[in-house]
T-cell receptor, first 113, second 115 residues
């Protein structure tokens, strides 16, 4: 069936470097793509979203890129900090009707001091 | 403080003993949802509610019940828990499905173990 997935289950990055977390999706009918961050022992927290008619959106230290041609989504974190260590989920919202949000399996980001 | 609360945070129970996990939000959100999180499977939706007295099944509803009698509360009921329902459960809420439904606010989670 249609699902949201991730390329890398674990990513280790040196503090200060940039991080790139990737996600592949298969549902062409989604109207929004979203990134969530889950720190250890906590619930997921919304980071940033991108509408399906955009290819790039920037937030504070984060950038999300959307490539609809290859159905690929990425989250870039600039100057990665120890506080960025967490599991990152990509998610998609299907357009029309109920507008269900479907989550991927997650990527663990480890920041090396 | 805007938040979603869940109780209990941790629960160990035995097979067949009915239990309820409560969820409450103070943001006047219309939309509420329950997820379970299992290693390697991410977050899977159990049930959702688009408003008071409006609920529907998510992807993995078997063995669960919900109710939405008040806007702020959305309890999850396990009538006869089984070991395969051992999991980490999250409640979430957001504004109406026609608006920013994808910006969900999550509770802190309930770790359930069924022996």
């Amino acid at each position: 069936g249609e699902s949201v997935g991730l390329h890398l289950p674990t990513l280790s990055v040196q503090e200060g470097d940039n991080s790139i977390i990737n996600c592949a999706y298969s549902n062409s009918a989604s109207d929004y793509f979203i990134w969530y961050k889950q720190e250890s022992g906590k619930g997921p927290q919304f980071i940033i979203d991108i509408r399906s008619n955009m290819d790039k959106r920037q937030g504070q230290r984060v950038t999300v890129l959307l490539n609809k041609t290859v159905k690929h989504l990425s989250l870039q974190i600039a100057a990665t900090q120890p506080g960025d260590s967490a599991v990152y989920f990509c998610a998609e919202r299907r357009s029309g009707g109920y507008q269900k949000v479907t989550f991927g399996i997650g990527t663990k980001l480890q920041v090396i001091p | 403080e805007a938040q979603v609360t869940q109780n209990p945070r941790y629960l160990i129970t035995v097979t067949g003993k009915k239990l309820t996990v409560t969820c409450s939000q103070n943001m006047n959100h219309e939309y509420m949802s329950w997820y379970r999180q299992d290693p390697g499977l991410g977050l899977r939706q159990i049930y959702y509610s688009m408003n008071v007295e409006v609920t529907d099944k998510g992807d993995v509803p078997e063995g669960y019940k919900v109710s939405r009698k008040e806007k702020r509360n959305f309890p999850l009921i396990l009538e006869s828990p089984s070991p395969n329902q051992t999991s980490l459960y999250f409640c979430a809420s957001s504004f109406s499905a026609q608006q920013r439904s994808y910006e969900q606010y999550f509770g802190p989670g309930t770790r359930l173990t069924v022996t």
